[in-house]
Each structure stands twice: as C-alpha cells, then as structure tokens.
C-alpha cells in the first residue's frame, strides 16, 4: 500500500514538473516572438527615420508595417473571394496533407536504409556516399523529373508533392537510425545474447528503444523539411490549391500587395511549427514510455 501510495505520488510531481516545463517553454516562445516584433518594428522605423540604405532599402516593399500584414489576413485575398486568413489556411491543410504523406514515405524510407546500414558494412561503404550526394543535388532540379515520371500513372496529383518532400525527409532520419542503433549500450546487446536472442528481438526489444532520441531529433529536422519540400514541390507541378500555388501568385503581384507575400510565409511558418509541436509532443510520450524509463 504504501508503495501505491508513493508511486502515485511520483506521477503527480511528474506531472507537474511537465506542466510548469510547459508553460516556461510556452512563456519563452512569446517571450522572443514579442522580441522579433519590436526589433522588426525598431529596426523598420530607425532606417526609415535615417534614410540609411545598407545592407538594403528600407521601405513599405521591402519591409512592410506589421499592422498592414496581420490587418491583410482579413482582407478579401481578392475581388469576391473570402478574407485571406481564410484562403490561407484551406491551402495550408492542403499543403499539410501532402507534407505529412511525404513525412511518412521518408520517415519509412529513412529508417529502412538505417536499418540496413546498420546491419551490412558492405551496403554502408558502397551506397552512404550516395546517399549524402543526393542531398547535394537542389531539390528545384529534381522537383521537375518527379512530376513527369509520377504523372499520368493515375495517381493522386498531390502525390508527385509528397515524393518530392518524401526525398527531403528520409537523409535526416537515415543518418540518425543509423548512429542510433550504433550507439546501443554493449552491456545490453551482452545480456541479450546470453539469452540467445535473435537479431531481430534484439532490434525491436533493444535497439530501436536506445535509439529513440536520435530518431525524434532526426523527426523533428524532417518535419519542417516536408512542409518546405511540399511547397516547392507545387511549384513546378502546377497546383494552384496550396501554399506553393499562393506563394507563386502573391510573389507577381508583390509590388502591389507586399502585405499579402508576407502574410503566406507567415503561415507557411506556424505550418512548420505545428509539424514540430506535433512531433515533440509524440516524443514526450513515446520516449518517456520507453522499456529503459519505465522499468
């Protein structure tokens, strides 16, 4: 009973310990948001006060008043068209959709190569030099092929986008499964080899376990890049419906409405953002649950 009594405990001073982290780190984000504004504003202000022209020309294109950006959001993006906060967002879901496809493919993909790394010193030393190559190769130079070879095969035609953000997701997490597995405790890998283990129960029971901060480290690099490969990936595929088709269409028009360019970077951001608060709050439980923390 009384050890009921002190585990219960425990989890409560867990939890509010979590808490508090929470709220500091939440403090903290608002904190140097609150900064960013006012060194924007500040920094607009003193160039426009001064005339200085270095390292660029301070004026309502270059740099646009925050009232007139976040004032854009609820303006009509155009003539009989709903308010742009609006547009925004019904594109952001759809850019989300094909980042989070593409986040999935390369995340598989990613551990898969790990995995194999991992296993054959061979296929190691012959295919990780490519593997770092293709990260060399610009992703706007690849986006094109992509299209062609995927369309008319009568797939989706979002789905040439998330191979196109799948390619920018699987290096991070390939080379994080990688050293993840390669950095497992000896001792363990010991004891599971006096019990006869096979390679496999000592994958999934051991291994994968050890190397889950590497993975989610790896996840969380991934999850911003798919949200930017998925946008660039609409570029060249012609889709109008995401963030990429918005970008492309507020950049013509950018010496009229310059409020509007920035208004979708704005999301596109708090995009990627939402990628990543997803997959650090994944990893709060997923590693605290972990066979090494709960024992």
């Known amino acids: ?61 270059a740099m646009p008043r925050l009232q007139d950006i976040v004032s854009r959001l609820w303006e009509p993006a155009a003539t009989e068209q709903p308010p742009l906060a609006q547009l925004l967002v019904q594109r ?45 190769v610009p992703i706007l130079a690849i986006a094109p092929m992509v299209v062609i070879w995927l369309g008319g095969q009568g797939l989706p ?10 390619f920018l997701t699987f290096f991070p997490v390939a080379i994080n499964t990688l050293r993840g597995l390669d950095s497992t405790d000896p001792r363990k890998l010991e004891l599971m080899r006096s019990y006869a283990a096979s390679e496999w129960s000592t994958l999934w029971r051991v291994k994968f376990p050890c190397s889950l901060p590497y993975l989610f480290s790896a996840f969380k690099v991934a999850a911003t890049a798919s949200v930017v490969g998925a946008i660039i990936g609409e570029l060249p595929s012609s889709i109008q419906d995401g963030l990429g088709g918005a970008i492309l269409n507020f ?40 066979p090494e923390n709960v024992a």
């Not at 867990?14 to 608002?30: A, D, M, P, S, W």
């Not at 035609?157 to 799948?166: G, L, N």
């Not at 979708?264 to 997803?278: E, K, R, S, V």
């Open 1 to 61: 009973m009384r050890r009921v009594g002190y585990t219960g405990a425990s989890d409560c001073g867990t939890e509010y310990v979590v808490t508090v982290n929470v709220l500091k780190r939440v403090g903290i984000f608002l904190l140097v948001l609150a900064a960013t504004c006012a060194f924007y504003m500040g920094y607009r202000q003193l160039f426009l006060s001064t005339g200085w022209t270095w390292p660029f020309k301070v004026d309502q294109y």
């Open 92 to 136: 952001a879901l759809f850019t989300a959709r094909e980042a989070a496809v593409g986040f999935a493919i390369g995340a598989l993909v990613g551990i898969a190569i790990g995995v194999v790394f991992h296993f054959s010193n061979l296929m190691r030393r012959g295919f990780q030099p490519y593997v770092v190559g293709s990260q060399t």
């Open 157 to 166: 035609v979002w789905m040439p986008v998330a191979v196109i953000s799948a």
């Open 251 to 290: 950049a013509q028009y950018y010496s009229l409405d310059p409020s509007a360019l920035w208004a979708t970077n704005i999301i596109a951001a708090l995009l990627g953002i939402l990628f990543f608060c997803i997959v650090a709050v994944t990893e709060h439980f997923v590693v605290r649950r972990a």
